[in-house]
């Protein structure tokens, strides 16, 4: 069977259907493959947060026996991760955190699902945990600038962007985020320079492209602007065995 392309507002009403006929997972496969692709979508964001607050998740944590950490427990967690359930994720890893409180996939894990709720604040102070325990812990920088620009601090957000960038100058993400930084504090040749680097790195980046486009929207070049905006757009691809997935095109801005 092909799979349906649908486009935000349809995929939202299929989350809310979800949530209704009380298929909490599927709702929340939903809100956040449109918040990885749109993260300042409102309508999703607070859905997404409404769901995580109350207590659906039926499975239960082990308790009754230490843990051991192996290739398949991360693994086993990164897939939940990526299923949604984030409630489960954030109390294993903590779980897991105060027997081995230096574990950093743990601790860069567990900063990723309190981001996804949008506990920015607690998932700052998990990826500072983590640096402070590797500084050259690249995508640490990323997901802490990523929550510090969610709480408005992007002076401190593009700092960290370019503390990865340092470390790994082939970043296309951590390119991006600073030059949505950048455009926030209207620094916009510097942001221009950081989006075109990102989709250097990554040809059919729809972040870069759509940064790009709201800057050239501002300076007035309207038909650049859109051109830009068009290259990102992006349509969501709900597949009922895989969950969602985000379609992007491969097209990129040619100097």
Known sequence: MGKKKLTIEQAMSQAKEATNVGNVQKAVKIYSAILKRNPNFAPAKESLQKLNKSPTDK????????????????????????????????????KILKSQ?????????????????????????????????????????????????????????????KKAIKLNPKFA??????GQAQKTLEQSENAIKSFKKALQLKPGFPEAYIGLGNIYLRQGLVKKGLHMKQLGQHV??????????????????KN
């Not at 192996?70 to 897939?79: Q, R, Y």
């Not at 567990?110 to 402070?132: D, H, N, P, S």
């Not at 969501?236 to 801005?253: A, K, M, N, T, W």
Request: proline content about 4%; charged content about 25%.
């Open 236 to 253: 969501i691809c709900f597949d009922p065995d895989s969950g969602v997935s985000i379609l992007r095109g491969e097209q990129y801005e």
């Open 59 to 94: 499975h239960t944590l082990p308790t009754d026996k230490p843990l051991e950490l192996s290739a398949d427990k991360i693994n086993g967690l990164i897939e939940l991760y990526n299923q949604g359930n984030l409630l489960m994720v954030e109390a294993e890893c903590k």
């Open 173 to 178: 993400e951590a390119h991006c985020v600073l």
């Open 101 to 161: 409180p230096k574990e950093l996939t743990i601790l860069n894990l567990l900063g990723a699902a309190q981001t996804r709720q949008m506990k920015y604040k607690e998932a700052i102070v998990t990826y500072e945990k983590a640096i402070q325990l590797n500084p050259s812990f690249v995508e640490a920088y990323l997901n802490l600038a990523s929550s510090l620009t969610e709480l408005g601090k992007h002076e401190e957000a593009a700092l960290n962007c």
